[in-house]
């Protein structure tokens, strides 16, 4: 199986090599891997003049799945798009028809304390946002700053078509059917036509999935929801900017963002899959960066790409015992536990798969 | 002063009768107000068959301040938008000019069991979200549903022009000016042109205000910040979807939305005042709802559009008080507390200022 490794910005390459240590520590007596690296983001920047190199993109679509790192800094977001590493993801997504981003949100018992929330409203929570990724405002024309009346006017356009939004439903609905078949759709149906169609689009789709419940809320209240009651939720669907915010906070739910994977799947099967969390330059090569999110991103590549869902059970219940033994990066560090560093918390996770 | 009354659809019309209840309390010896009342939401439709009948506007615009209920229900949410009691709101705000919507969240030391929060991460929080509210994605044009390639396509248009974004930046920095001096512009600069514009604009703003400290977030990062460390902000300023958004986040940590006030002001210091909850249907003519929101924005009325300050400071201190006998509606009751009904809440108010 051949996995596309981009690393990337900040600390993209020290938590993906954790994640290909774990896929390694795996193949000694399971699948094999084969992985190429190749750059993106500030770092394809610098080595080719495109955040997206053409040699990276063609690499990504050949590959069996793509394992990712992060893209972009705070100080590439004030260039031009053209030139800013975060950019090349949303090119990397829409060129590969990404359309469909999971992001799993799982308290893990260990770690309650890690969440500013009250033990009480977390404990228990497992839900997925299922968030558009190739849509809506992030890609519709006209977009730009123009100049009316000589004043500068910004423009953007949230747009989607039916068809877009009929096949990230379907994949909501077929995720919920794998849980506890309750799908929530998020839109702004009150005030935007965009909402309107997506509403009705979710809807006429639910006629092909009688056994799951199907519910509606305006963004605003499901943001506030998910702080109120977040045991509520099973399957979160919405577009692509709405999701962006609220799959962040859902994430912070736990308190460890640093725990969170991700998967970015299209209609054929392939993924991009990634750590929820950002480069977080300021950490960056200091060993200081949790690498269990790229970890678990690796056991979603596993089960959703290259049809390996034993091995991605190993590799979870692997991260489990390492958390059961106390271990720590310092995201999530709390008294009576053991500090580690990433390469120790990936050596750890290794060992425990061999 | 002439106060236009707009008590709308749901649990509006009882709060709001608190409100004018205690504004009647103070006027014993004090400010003394005249009260018209008019039909807006669900109410004015079913009266007039426009949510915003043409007196109803012509009344707000005229008065000296609009004390405001809720407008809209769910069922009126899925009628065509100028059917829908909820637009009332949005088309007032526009004619009025209302662009800045000031939502301060206040965690009363009383109420901090009501938040899911922990108490050492809620404790001492207050914070101000300024939300515009006339430009946007909820105005911009072109919008609707057209039929493209013989399938259905949603649009809306997100805008803002430079005047625009600078009025409210200002707005922002004289709020935070009159606070802990600290402005967070919140955008989402790394992917929208309408944001970039957004961010350069408020930081030409900034020069005129060297003593404030001005920072931005990306929307979905101050999302999880707001969950995560709520202490940390003073005044956020952010447009108007995002601002939607953000500003309930923000009204749920506190767990008590039934306690939250907002203004809309225009630069003619002309005001709307109203609860950040809804109309609530669910428990509408119960006796059930808080009526401490709407008591607030009465507060927040006598201070930023009739010149009372004196007023607005012993309105809010009754309320304290009310608070500090252990009086709570069902939606902050916490054990050992008295439970007391929406007219009985109101009275004891009213009794503090007698
Ligand atoms: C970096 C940024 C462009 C990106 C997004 O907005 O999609 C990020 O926030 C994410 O959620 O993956
Ligand atoms: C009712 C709705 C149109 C409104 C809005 O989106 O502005 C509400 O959510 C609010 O925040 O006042």
Chains 1, 2 share one sequence.
Request: glycine content about 10%; overall charge negative; some cysteine.
């Amino acid at each position: 199986m051949h996995i596309a490794v981009l690393a990337g910005d900040g600390i993209g390459p020290e938590v993906t090599t954790q994640a290909m240590k774990a896929l390694r520590a795996l193949a000694a007596n399971g699948p094999q891997f084969t992985f190429t690296e190749a750059p993106i983001g500030d770092a394809g920047y610098d080595q080719t003049g495109d955040p997206l190199p053409e040699a990276t993109a063609e690499l990504a679509e050949r590959a069996d799945a793509v394992l990712f790192g992060a893209a972009g800094t705070y100080e590439s977001d004030l260039r031009p798009p053209e030139a800013r590493g975060g950019h090349a993801l949303l090119r990397l997504r829409k060129r590969m028809d990404l359309f469909a981003n999971f992001r799993p949100v799982f308290a893990f018992p260990e770690l309650i304390g890690a969440s500013t929330l009250r033990r009480e409203v977390i404990e228990g929570v497992d839900l997925v946002v299922l968030r558009e990724l190739t849509g809506d405002i992030y890609f519709g024309q006209p977009r730009g700053i123009v100049t009316e009346d000589g004043e500068r006017v910004g423009i953007n356009t949230m747009r989607y078509t039916e068809g877009e939004i009929r096949r990230v439903a379907h994949a909501g609905f077929k995720a919920a059917q794998q849980r506890r078949r309750k799908l929530c759709s998020v839109d702004k149906a009150n005030v935007l036509e965009t909402s309107a169609l997506w509403r009705e689009v979710v809807i006429e789709v639910a006629r092909d999935y009688p056994d799951v419940e199907l519910t509606h809320q305006y963004v605003d209240a499901a943001c506030m929801l998910l702080i109120r009651r977040p045991l509520d939720f099973d399957v979160i669907v919405t577009g692509n900017i709405f999701g962006d915010i609220l799959s962040d906070a859902a994430a912070m739910l736990t308190g460890s963002i640093g725990m969170l994977p991700s998967a970015s799947l299209n209609a054929r099967g392939q993924g991009l899959f990634e750590p929820v969390h950002g480069s977080a330059p300021d950490i960056a090569g200091k060993d200081l960066a949790n690498p269990l999110a790229s970890i678990l991103s690796a056991a979603m590549m596993l089960r959703h790409s290259l049809g390996q869902p034993e091995a991605a059970t190993r590799l979870e219940q692997a991260v489990r015992r390492v958390l059961a033994e106390g271990l720590r990066t310092p995201d999530i560090m709390e008294p009576g536990a053991t500090l580690v560093g990433t390469e120790a918390m990936g050596d750890a996770v290794a060992r425990e798969l061999a």
